[in-house]
């Protein structure tokens, strides 16, 4: 699966950005889909996954702020980011993983065969 990640921008602190991953070779219904991200000089971390049966998970952090979403007919998964804060600046990747992934797996980057390039994502105080 070949991913293109695509929305990043330079918001202030409060407001919203939608981030979209398009997939081709691949259909999204059939993989498990997330979203990381890797701050400067950070590792990259887990920020929400959208599983191959529709289930979603999301780290603590973003909770209640972000929304992972699924489009089957755009072949697209979609971050949708509110109330954003100067932590949340980061570098956005979109990755794609097997249908079988179990949860405590999709949290971690190395589960993950295909990679988006990344879209920054700037958060001003």
């Known amino acids: 699966v070949q991913l293109q990640a695509s929305g990043g921008g330079l918001v202030r602190t409060g407001g919203s950005l939608r981030l979209s991953c398009a997939a081709s070779g691949g259909t999204v219904s059939a993989s498990t889909m997330a979203w990381f991200r890797q701050g400067q000089g950070k590792e990259r971390q887990f920020v929400a996954v959208?599983?191959?049966?529709?289930?979603?998970s999301y780290a603590d952090s973003v909770k209640g702020r972000f929304t992972i979403s699924r489009d089957n007919a755009a072949n697209t998964v979609n971050l949708q980011m509110n109330s954003l804060k100067p932590e949340d600046t980061a570098v956005y990747y979109c990755?794609?993983?097997?249908?079988?992934?179990?949860?405590?797996?999709?949290?971690?980057?190395?589960?993950?065969?295909?990679w988006g390039q990344g879209t920054q994502v700037t958060v001003s105080s």
């Open positions: 959208y599983r191959a049966y529709g289930g979603q």
């Open positions: 990755a794609a993983g097997k249908r079988s992934m179990i949860l405590s797996a999709a949290w971690t980057p190395g589960s993950y065969d295909s």
